[in-house]
């Protein structure tokens, strides 16, 4: 098992100090999930930071009042219309639409990062399980490829700059780390673990490698947020983790803790209260409303 690191205690950003180690729930912008406009204005008391993917940052009208971390959206590359192209040595992200072809540049990311990030994230193309080999090492290149472009082109020097490690298996991750790692990045985040959940063995022997590769330096870990999991890899040396499990499960009337019970339609409000339960659970602090009597007097039922 992998041991604690001697990595910071907390970074610091513009926008404010983020302790470690740091639960950061993931909040969208736009119309397509309302729930989370009713859980954004609670963040602030329940977490030290907020992260968003690139492509609901762009729908941001007003930003949070605390830490902002933004991806950099190259979770759609795995979408069936996307394609991961190479120009100028570097990786950018094809989307072919009716309306015509759209693309995604390091610099383009790199841009809306600097205007409105605190910490940002470099374009990355997950890698799946089921990806073959070639395309799998050429996505790995690329990866690294505009991690190093990002650090060089920053320009903000207050903007803390994650580079991103994907792979597909133990050593692959090793090499995207210790490639990455002779370089001054603020920290470093693990993408494209979540499929790789099943096997908690062959996951945490990713995140050990990375954090020895890495050395002291801050870890994140991308889209894991069962409290469980979270629990191991933090004692693995991993410094932050995102997550929007707690809203979805309170989507669907669920209460983290409680597998085999379900709110029966729940309304606006009872959802809030359980993503914000499942939120204070995750994070391990004191909720800022009263769940409980909610939770006992709203049809809370067996599955």
Known sequence: MGTESSAPAQIQTAHGCVPFPA??????????????????PYLRRLAPAVMVSLHYARQMKERPNLPLM???????SLFKDAKVRMRGGLGILERVFEEG?????????????????????TLDFPIPPSMANREAKRRLALTIANALWALENRR????????CVQGWDVDSYRTCAKALAPHEFDGYAIGGLVPRMLDREHLFAIVDAVREAIEDRPLHVFGIGQPDIVEQLYKRGVQSVDSSS???LAADGKLWGAKNSALVEPSPLERLHLALCNLATAS????PLSSSSMYFHTGLVGA
């Not at 903000?156 to 580079?163: E, I």
């Open 101 to 121: 072809t759209e693309t995604l540049h390091p610099k383009e990311v790199l841009e809306f990062q600097e205007a409105h990030a605190d910490i940002a994230f």
């Open 156 to 163: 903000r020097r207050d903007l803390v700059l994650y580079a």
């Open 246 to 248: 707690y809203v979805k």
């Open 23 to 40: 639960y950061v729930p993931v909040t969208t912008f736009g119309d397509k999930y309302p729930l989370d406009d009713l859980v954004r």
């Open 284 to 287: 391990r602090t004191s909720m």
């Open 70 to 76: 933004i991806d950099s959206g190259g979770f759609a």
